[in-house]
């Protein structure tokens, strides 16, 4: 058994479609386990499977030897799984502050620790402390997205395409936070749609098409892989 997320022959279906047909892979702690396909391929199903926003239909989420099929999803984020959803989600009228404060778990004394260390991971951040989240760049956005998914500590981290509409310079300093994330134990896996970005940040990738897992191996054998270029083309 793994440390870490695993999905174990899990499907699910979503207004009368199939979306995941039975997909077993493994996302160990310590590593980038990047999701790669087209979009509509189920990678943020698979995403949203793990947190517990969409019911499977057969096969289980596990969170190290614990199954979570179980676990509402308050349960699995005190469990230690953390989203950062596409789109970043942010409370546009509120405080930079304000939006990693209200998912620090714990009192006071908790939040003032979680800041700081996300201040200290984060220092562009730190000085944008007091802006509304609607007045950060697009870049900034990201990762006070990120900031507050790592605010709770987690021990699996789900990223749902965070590069969507980056700059390189920002991509750069995204992976470095990524791949330092997952230094540090935590279990990564990264949804995406352009893969060049997602390869050179994982450890291993695996390719969705339709809601089927078509391969999986090192960044540098799915790179150059027909399943790949098909994979993208839907």
């Not at 695993?6 to 077993?24: C, H, N, P, Y």
Request: proline letters at 6%; hydrophobic letters at 50%.
């Amino acid at each position: 058994m793994i440390a870490g997320l695993s999905f174990r022959q899990v499907s699910a279906r979503l207004s009368g479609r199939d979306v995941l047909s039975d997909i077993s892979l493994a996302a160990p702690a310590g590593q980038v386990t990047a999701l790669l396909g087209a979009n509509g391929a189920g990678k943020s199903t698979l995403l949203r499977s793990a947190m517990g926003f969409v019911p499977l239909r057969g096969g289980s989420v596990l969170l190290d030897a614990t199954p979570l099929d179980r676990m509402p999803v308050e349960a699995r984020v005190r469990a230690g799984i953390s989203w950062c959803p596409e789109g970043r989600r942010l409370v546009p009228a509120m405080t930079v502050t304000e939006n990693l404060a209200v998912a620090c778990p714990g009192g006071a004394p908790a939040r003032c620790r979680g800041l700081a260390e996300m201040f200290a991971r984060f220092p562009g951040l730190a000085a944008k402390r007091a802006d509304l989240a609607w007045q950060l760049s697009g870049g900034q956005q990201q990762m006070l997205a990120l900031a507050r998914a790592m605010i709770s500590r987690p021990r699996v981290l789900l990223l749902d395409e965070p590069s969507l509409g980056l700059a390189p310079a920002v991509l750069d300093e995204l992976s470095d936070q990524v791949r330092m994330i997952a230094a540090e134990g935590t279990a990564v896996l990264l949804s995406e749609a352009h893969p060049a970005w997602a390869l050179a940040c994982a450890d291993h990738a695996a390719v969705l098409v339709r809601g089927q897992l078509v391969a999986e191996g090192t960044p540098a054998e799915i790179a150059g892989s027909k399943a790949l270029s098909d994979g993208l083309l839907g």
